[in-house]
């Protein structure tokens, strides 16, 4: 496909129980990262992958939050034991390499946590 | 670090009007600026971008920027705007050479019939 995109589009779980959300980046772009969106909050960084490289996981906001990137391209995030506050819309993005590159955005997967 | 600061969280406007969106960033660094806007349950998308040369940048639907130095801001304007621009704006900045992004909350515009 010609952009990025993110699977489930809506997601609602009862607290307590895992979820995972997919990010399928541009083809070839080498750098994807993960955005959570909450209500009035602006786009918080969560976790950024390049190439081979070792992520930057710096913006996880807890341990019951990781993500993988399999062969260099799709992406999960998973959340373990949901918690209410985990309501929001998570962004996925991807980069080709080179400084000043713009972030290609995905539809984003809105959570609810009951 | 980087922060960016978007002044005006709802900036409602008349069609045809023009229209401003305020956005300073802190650092007096090399600095790369974005505006991306974001329609209603979609991602966001590029609307322009500044990274070196001349201080006025031109965008897609009309909009445009400028870096000003001094003043450390980057501010979106257009001349007249259409119901379709009604959406959320966000700034955004960057380090030069840094792969990371650092977000304004967003300027929601409303543009009024």
């Known amino acids: 496909g010609a952009g990025v995109s993110q699977s489930p589009s809506n997601k609602v779980t009862e607290k307590g129980k895992d979820v995972e959300l997919r990010c399928d980046p541009i083809s070839g772009h080498t750098a994807l990262y993960w955005y959570r969106q909450s209500l009035g909050q602006g786009l918080e960084f969560l976790i950024y992958f390049q190439g081979n490289s070792a992520p930057d996981k710096s913006g996880l906001p807890s341990d019951r939050f990781s993500a993988e990137r399999t062969g260099g391209s799709v992406s999960t995030l998973t959340i373990q034991r949901t918690q209410q506050e985990d309501s929001a819309v998570y962004l996925c993005?991807?980069?080709?390499?080179?400084?000043?590159?713009?972030?290609?955005f995905g539809p984003g997967t809105r959570l609810l946590v009951l | 670090a980087q922060s960016v600061t978007q002044l005006d969280s709802q900036v409602p406007v008349f069609e045809e009007a023009p229209v401003e969106l305020r956005c300073n960033y802190s650092s007096s660094v090399s600095v790369y600026l974005f505006w991306y806007v974001q329609y209603p349950n979609q991602g966001l998308q590029l609307l322009l971008k500044?990274?070196?040369?001349?201080?006025l940048v031109k965008g897609i639907n009309g909009f445009e920027a400028e870096f000003n130095k001094s003043q450390t801001s980057f501010h979106l304007r257009k001349p007249s705007v259409h119901i379709s621009d009604t959406a959320e704006y966000f700034c955004a900045a960057s380090g030069a050479g840094s792969y990371q992004l650092t977000f304004g909350k967003g300027t929601k515009l409303s543009v009024i019939p």
């Open positions: 993005a991807s980069r080709s390499q080179g400084a000043g590159e713009t972030q290609y």
């Open positions: 500044y990274l070196s040369g001349s201080t």
